[in-house]
C-alpha cells in the first residue's frame, strides 16, 4: 500500500500488516484500538483527555505514524553489509607535521593500534567512529566504500556503522540477562529471537572464565562476563559493521576467540591496545606517535611464527596471577 | 538571527552539548548567545561565561516553568537582536514530562541520557516527541546493546526526529549537530509563532498558592487519578 494511503486503511488492517505499529499506539497511551476505524478517523476525533496524554495532535499522530512505520520498515531491511571498506585519509600529528597517508581498510580484518599512552590511540578510534572530515583535532578524513560519506548516514541510527566497546563500559539496566537480550533482539525486529538469546548466551559462556545464566541479573555480572556478553551480544545482534575496541585486555576473557567471533559476523574490528597477545592479533598494526600514524606493520609470516610464544608467555603470567589470587607464594617453581 | 530551542530533563546534558556544540561553531566567528531558564538556581551561566559568550538566566521561582518560558521567550529574542546576535540558544530543563517548550518552525533539540533508563523516551511527552533532533548523552557508560535499544526507543517516541549521539565531555558527535544548527531558520521576532502543542495547563486552585490538602479547597482545572 502506497504510504500516504497508510492513514486511511483500517487501524486492524494496518496491525496486520505492521505488527510492530502496536507499540505505537502503546508508547503513546493509547491501548484501545477500535480496528475498524482508520487512522484518520480516529485522529479526526480524538479526544482531548487522549490527546493531552499522546502529547500529540490529530494531524501530528498521523505525521509521526507515517514517519515511525517508514523507518521501522527501513530498519527491517538494513542490512550490515552496506560496508566494505573504510580509508583513513591522513591528517596531521600533535606538532602539526602532515601524516601522509592513505589507508584502505576492509571488512574481514583485524587492525590493531599500539604506542604510547596519550599518543593517540583512542583519538584514532574516535575519528572513524564520527566519520570525521578534517573536522576534528587530527584532520583525518574517512571515506566509507572509497566515497565520501553522505551526510545524512551520519544521523540515521538505522546506518550506525560503528559499534564501540571499551573499558568504561557497563551494564546498567535492571535486567536478567535473558530479559536484556530480549530486548535487543526486538530492537532489531528480527523474527527468531529465542535462538538468538541461546546463541548469545552460549558464546559469551565461552569467551567467560566462569560461567552465568540467562536468569543472572546483568548488574551482577563480574567485569570478565560482562564483558564477554558485551562482545557475543554486540557480534549477533549489533548491526554495526565496524567495531572498536578500546583497552578490553584485563577483563580475564579469551581474546582470541573473542576475535574470531566478531570475525565470523563480517566485521571489520579495530583494537587499540597495550597488550601484546592483541596487538598480534592483527592483520595490520598502526603504530601511533605524537597523535599521528606513525607506522603501518603488516604481520609478517616472521611474526606469526612467535605468536605461539607469546602466547606461552602470556598464559604463564595468567597461571602466576591466579596463583597469587588464591593465596599461593612465588618460589623457584616460576623460573620452569 | 537563527534561534534554537534546546530542551531536556534535568542534568541530560544540555548544557554540555550545547558548549561543545558552541565550540565548533566559533570557529566560524558566528556571535552567539544563550539563555538559561531554570526554576531555582543555576550554574550553566559560568560555564557559558567562561567560553566566552553571553549569557542571561531566567528563574521562574514559584510560577510553573513552562508558562516563564513561554512569557519570557520573545524578550530573549529581543535581546538577542539588541546584541547583534547570529545565533540565539535557549536552554530550558523540562522539569515535568509533559513539558511542551517547542515553537514551530524553529529548531527544536531534545537531550536524552542514556542513564535515564530505558523506559524514559516513552514517557517524555511533547518536549521529545516533537522535537526535531533528539540528542542521546552519555553513550560512554553504557553497553553497546544499550545504546541500541535505547536510541531505538527514541526513535520510536520521536520517528520524525533525527536522532544525533553525542559524548558530552569530549563532544564527540557535536560537529554533527553544529552542522544542525548552521541551518536553523532567521527570526527578527518570534511575536505570532505558535507552540508546536498546548503547555501543560496549570489553573487549579494549588497553582494560586493554595496549600491545603482536601476537596473543598480544589478549584479549576482538576484531573482524578482512577482507583
Ligand atoms: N559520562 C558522561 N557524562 C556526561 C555526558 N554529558 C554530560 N555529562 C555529565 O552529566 C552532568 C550533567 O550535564 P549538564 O550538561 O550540566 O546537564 P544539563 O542538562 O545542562 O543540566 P541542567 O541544566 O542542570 O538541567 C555533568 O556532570 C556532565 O559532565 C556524557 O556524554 N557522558
Ligand atoms: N593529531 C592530533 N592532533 C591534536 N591532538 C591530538 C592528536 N592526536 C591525539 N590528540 C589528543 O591527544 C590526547 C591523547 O590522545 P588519546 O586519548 O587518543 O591517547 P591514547 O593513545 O588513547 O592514550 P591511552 O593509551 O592512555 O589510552 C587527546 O586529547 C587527543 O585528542
Ligand atoms: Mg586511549
Ligand atoms: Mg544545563
Ligand atoms: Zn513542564
Ligand atoms: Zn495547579
Redesign the interface.
Known amino acids: 500500500m502506497a504510504k500516504e494511503d497508510l492513514a486511511s486503511f483500517k487501524l486492524g488492517e494496518l496491525l496486520a500488516q505492521y505488527d510492530y505499529a502496536r507499540?505505537?499506539f502503546i508508547?503513546?497511551g493509547i491501548n484501545d484500538i477500535d480496528s475498524n476505524r482508520s487512522l484518520k478517523d480516529f485522529a479526526g476525533d480524538i479526544n482531548q483527555?487522549l490527546l493531552?496524554d499522546?502529547?500529540?495532535?490529530g494531524e501530528?499522530l498521523i505525521?509521526?505514524?507515517l514517519?515511525?512505520i517508514?523507518?521501522m520498515e527501513t530498519l527491517k531491511k538494513s542490512s550490515c553489509n552496506i560496508v566494505e571498506s573504510i580509508t583513513i585519509i591522513g591528517g596531521n600529528d600533535k606538532f602539526g607535521q602532515e601524516e601522509n597517508i592513505k589507508l584502505e581498510l576492509k571488512v574481514g580484518e583485524v587492525i590493531s593500534i599500539v604506542g604510547p599512552t596519550g599518543s593517540g590511540k583512542s583519538r584514532l578510534l574516535?575519528d572513524i567512529?564520527?566519520l570525521a572530515q578534517r573536522?576534528?583535532p587530527t584532520n583525518r578524513q574517512i571515506l566509507l566504500n572509497g566515497e565520501i560519506p553522505d551526510?545524512n548516514r551520519?544521523?540515521?541510527?538505522e546506518n550506525?556503522l560503528v559499534?564501540?566497546?571499551?573499558q568504561?563500559?557497563?551494564?546498567?539496566?535492571d535486567l536478567s540477562v535473558n530479559d536484556?537480550?530480549k530486548?535487543?533482539a526486538e530492537?532489531?525486529m528480527i523474527d527468531h529471537v529465542e535462538k538468538v538469546v541461546q546463541e548469545i548466551v552460549k558464546c559469551a559462556n565461552e569467551l567467560a572464565g566462569e560461567k552465568f545464566t540467562r536468569d543472572t541479573p546483568l548488574t551482577q555480572l563480574s567485569g570478565g562476563q560482562?564483558r564477554a556478553l558485551?562482545i557475543a551480544?554486540?557480534a549477533l545482534?549489533?548491526l554495526?559493521p565496524i567495531v572498536l575496541i578500546d583497552e578490553i585486555e584485563n577483563a580475564g576473557i579469551d581474546r582470541k576467540k573473542a576475535i574470531e567471533l566478531l570475525l565470523k559476523e563480517e566485521k571489520l574490528v579495530l583494537i587499540s591496545t597495550h597488550d601484546p597477545v592483541l596487538a598480534l592479533m592483527g592483520d595490520k598494526r598502526l603504530v601511533i606517535k605524537n597523535g599521528g600514524i606513525h607506522k603501518i606493520i603488516v604481520l609478517s609470516e616472521q611474526e606469526k611464527q612467535y605468536i605461539d610464544v607469546l602466547e606461552k608467555i602470556d598464559k604463564k603470567m595468567l597461571q602466576i596471577r591466579s596463583h597469587l589470587r588464591n593465596g599461593g607464594v612465588i618460589d623457584e617453581s616460576i623460573t620452569r | 538571527m537563527k534561534i534554537v530551542t534546546v530542551s531536556g530533563p534535568p542534568s541530560s546534558g544540555k548544557t554540555s552539548v550545547i558548549i561543545k556544540t558552541i565550540e565548533?561553531l566559533k570557529k566560524d566567528q558566528l556571535e552567539i548567545g544563550v539563555v538559561k531558564f531554570d526554576s531555582l538556581s543555576t550554574y550553566d551561566d559560568e560555564m557559558y561565561k567562561k567560553l566566552g559568550v553571553k549569557v542571561k538566566v531566567g528563574l521562574s521561582g514559584n510560577l510553573c516553568p513552562d508558562h516563564y518560558y513561554m512569557t519570557n521567550i520573545e524578550d530573549s529574542v529581543k535581546w538577542g537582536i539588541s546584541e547583534k546576535l547570529d545565533m540565539l540558544i535557549s536552554e530550558s530543563a523540562g522539569l515535568c514530562n509533559?513539558c511542551?517548550p517547542h515553537i514551530r518552525d524553529v529548531l527544536a533539540i531534545c537531550v536524552i541520557d542514556?542513564?535515564s533508563?530505558?523506559n524514559t523516551?516513552?514517557k517524555i511527552?511533547?518536549m521529545l516527541?516533537?522535537a526535531d533532533i533528539v540528542v542521546i548523552t552519555k553513550?560512554?557508560?553504557?553497553?553497546?546493546?544499550?545504546r541500541?535499544?535505547f536510541?531505538?526507543?527514541a526513535?520510536?517516541?520521536?520517528?520524525?526526529a533525527?536522532?544525533?549521539f553525542i559524548n558530552g565531555i569530549?563532544g564527540?558527535?557535536a560537529?554533527?549537530l553544529s552542522?544542525?544548527l548552521k541551518e536553523a531558520n532567521d527570526y527578527e521576532s518570534v511575536i505570532d509563532k505558535k507552540l508546536?502543542?498546548s503547555m501543560p495547563a496549570a489553573v487549579c486552585s494549588y497553582c494560586t498558592g493554595e496549600i491545603r490538602i482536601g476537596e473543598k479547597y480544589q478549584t479549576g482545572n482538576i484531573?482524578k487519578i482512577k482507583l
Not at chain 1, 559499534?163 to 571499551?166: D, F, I, K, N, V
Not at chain 1, 568504561?168 to 539496566?173: D, Q, T
Open positions: 507499540d505505537f508508547s503513546i483527555e493531552e499522546a502529547g500529540l495532535n501530528q505525521t509521526n505514524f514517519a515511525f517508514d523507518k574516535a567512529e564520527c573536522d576534528t551526510m551520519r544521523f540515521s541510527i550506525k559499534a564501540q566497546l571499551s568504561n563500559m557497563n551494564f546498567v539496566m536484556f537480550i530486548l535487543h530492537s532489531r560482562s558485551m551480544d554486540t545482534l549489533s554495526s | 565548533y509533559r511542551s542514556n542513564l533508563g530505558i523516551p516513552k511527552g511533547p516527541r516533537l553513550g560512554d557508560i553504557v553497553s553497546q546493546a544499550e541500541e535499544v536510541a531505538f526507543r526513535k520510536q517516541s520521536s520517528p520524525r533525527s536522532i544525533i569530549t564527540q558527535g560537529y554533527d552542522l544542525r508546536r502543542f484531573k
